[in-house]
């Protein structure tokens, strides 16, 4: 029975834990503007984390070991070291956009600018990462992001033409007014958002945290293959609420606000009310694990001691990463740029770094060396593999894109 | 760290900060001077900024009258859509209009400016709570149309 309780408390966890602030505003921003024509990038986003996310899991689990340790171990510190740096900085970006998020969050509650609320949100999130304990911060704030079921509920009431919504899910029904280069932007956007890299550093860091072992894989398995692709379909009701209430009046969504208006047009105040809970858990969750993920990265590369497991005092570094971070990600919200484009920027640039990020994984997945008998069997190390090169061709697609687009504009 | 490392540490924290401002200031001259064709493309984009914005207003406007938003969130969306038509306007004002495109020019500015003024009543309206105002919906509904249909 407690086994059972585990999986669904991992599958909950997960799927509301898989929506973040890239994910709220990419998919109503595609939404509004290009209709149900990218959700296929969601698919193929969501199979490639899950694909990845295994892997990492597996890795934890049997090695006892986290992914930035082992890939410096196995690839070298050179190797490594881009790794580190790639995957920092779009995680510290990432963690600068959650923060701002949770900040847009509570504006919306309280119509108090967010400048003057981002100090105490960085306060906040500090508090937890030094005192709560790990699983309070994974289930709690995963739990309270299944809020964001919401939109799906929203949908249903906005009652669209489901008929066109599913016509619309074909490429060749994106807009004539956006041209096929603000299409392939988006696209890349939306996938740099559903793969984004502190996601595997977190699940793996965490699988590490908690001491899994090579019995813990097939509820870790439960979680990735069921978590996340619901997590997923959460991300496909945002791009529909927004499809179905923006698109036809000409909306183009620049803030939380906009992300949440759907909801309240189908559901009225309370589902508003839910849905910006979900906001505030998705977004803090998020801070936290990208806020984790940092100090997890850096002491994994230079081992020294971290986790939330190890007491802050014998994880001196780790905690002062953690605090060095936050005072950060607050410093630069208080330059005042909006968070937004923060977040805008957070996920072209996920998918930049993203073959730094899951070539590593992908060779230690094959180490039999590390993993033994549970080393990529042949379906994993092809859809590695298909997936590196489609990782590969966004990667090199975004910078390119973001400059003729303008970032999407036209 | 490795010493063999540093070198190439030291290399990447050297020339970011010194090629990042070069590019960045590269683009940026005092007044933009776009020939007509781009300007034609910011002055579209300037519409079709201006035009979202007043649908949302609309929108927030008429969900917050059948009450289902409440008042904060409904200030927070309607003060953001402010803020976002008044850039729209500001940032095409600021570029200088080529000579074949003075009296369109004119005409966008005006249609922008009654933006930002209609938006801007909305806000006064949003903040006081009074929602109700059907003439105002319908003055929004207008202006979405003109900006929309100014927008080639």
Redesign the interface.
């Known amino acids: 029975m407690k086994r059972y309780f585990a999986v669904l408390l991992g599958i909950l966890t997960a799927i509301g834990g898989f929506v973040d602030i890239g994910d709220l505003v990419t998919n109503a921003q595609v939404g509004a503007r290009l209709g149900t024509s990218l959700v296929w990038v969601v698919v193929v986003g969501v199979v490639g984390i899950c694909v990845f996310a295994e892997m990492s899991g597996r890795i934890a689990a049997v090695s006892h070991r986290a992914t930035f340790d082992l890939v410096r171990e196995r690839l070298g510190?050179?190797m490594g070291?881009l790794n580190l740096?790639g995957s920092m900085l779009v995680t510290l970006l990432t963690f600068i956009a959650e923060i701002g998020g949770v900040a847009l969050a509570l504006?919306?509650?309280?119509?108090v600018h967010h400048l003057l609320i981002v100090p105490f949100v960085a306060v906040a999130v500090w508090i937890v990462l030094w005192r709560a304990r790990f699983s309070s911060i994974e289930n709690v704030l995963g739990l309270m992001g299944l809020a964001l079921i919401a939109f799906a509920v929203a949908l249903w009431q906005l009652g669209p033409d489901w008929g066109e919504l599913a016509t619309g899910l074909s490429p060749a029904e994106k807009p004539d007014a956006e041209s096929w280069a603000t299409y392939a932007f988006f696209g890349v956007a939306l996938f740099g958002a559903a793969m984004t890299p502190y996601e595997v550093f977190f699940f793996s860091s965490g699988g590490v945290e908690e001491r899994w072992t090579e019995k813990d894989i097939g509820v870790m398995r439960a979680n990735v293959f069921i978590g996340f692709p619901l997590g997923g379909i959460l991300s496909v009701a945002i791009a529909a609420c927004a499809a179905t209430?923006f698109l036809p009046?000409?909306?183009?969504v620049?803030?939380l606000?906009?992300v949440?208006?759907p909801v309240?047009?189908g559901l009225?105040?309370i589902g508003?009310a839910v849905v910006?809970l979900g906001f505030f858990a998705a977004t803090f969750g998020a801070a936290c694990e990208t806020g984790l993920s940092t100090g997890y990265s850096l002491a994994q590369y230079?081992g020294f001691p971290w986790g939330k497991y190890v007491r802050p005092r014998e994880a001196a570094g780790f905690h002062i990463i953690l605090l060095v971070v936050t005072v950060t990600a607050a410093g630069v919200l208080l330059t005042g740029v909006d968070p937004i484009m923060v977040t805008e920027i957070s996920v072209v640039f996920s998918a930049i770094a993203l073959p730094l990020t899951y070539f590593p994984i992908l060779v230690v997945a094959n180490d039999p060396d590390y993993l033994g008998e549970h080393v990529n069997g042949r379906v994993a190390n092809t859809l590695g593999v298909v997936y590196l090169v489609v990782i590969a061709v966004a990667a090199l697609a975004a910078i390119p894109l973001m400059i003729v687009t303008s970032m999407g504009?036209? | 760290?490795?010493r063999s490392?540093r070198p190439?540490?030291v290399a990447?924290l050297l020339v970011l900060p010194l090629v990042l401002p070069l590019v960045l200031l590269g683009g940026c001259g005092v007044v933009a001077r776009p020939d007509a064709a781009a300007w034609d493309?910011r002055a579209a984009?300037a519409l079709?900024?201006a035009?979202?914005q007043v649908?949302?207003v609309?929108?927030?406007l008429a969900?917050a009258g059948e009450?289902?938003?409440?008042?904060?969130?409904t200030?927070?969306?309607v003060v953001?859509a402010e803020e976002?038509a008044g850039r729209a306007e500001e940032d095409l004002a600021r570029v200088q209009v080529p000579a074949a495109r003075a009296d369109t020019a004119a005409a966008v500015l005006d249609l922008l400016d009654r933006a930002v003024d209609l938006v801007a009543e909305a806000r006064a309206r949003a903040v006081a709570g009074r929602y109700d105002d059907a003439g105002l919906l319908d003055d929004l509904d207008r202006l979405?149309g003109d900006l929309?249909q100014a927008a080639p």
């Open positions: 510190p050179r070291f740096v504006q919306l509650v309280s119509s209430v009046a000409g909306v183009t620049e803030t606000g906009q949440g208006l309240a047009i009225g105040k508003l910006v230079f504009q036209g | 760290m490795k490392q190439t540490v990447v493309d984009q079709t900024d035009g979202s649908a949302t609309r929108l927030a969900s009450g289902r938003t409440w008042s904060s969130y200030t927070v969306l953001q976002a979405e929309r």
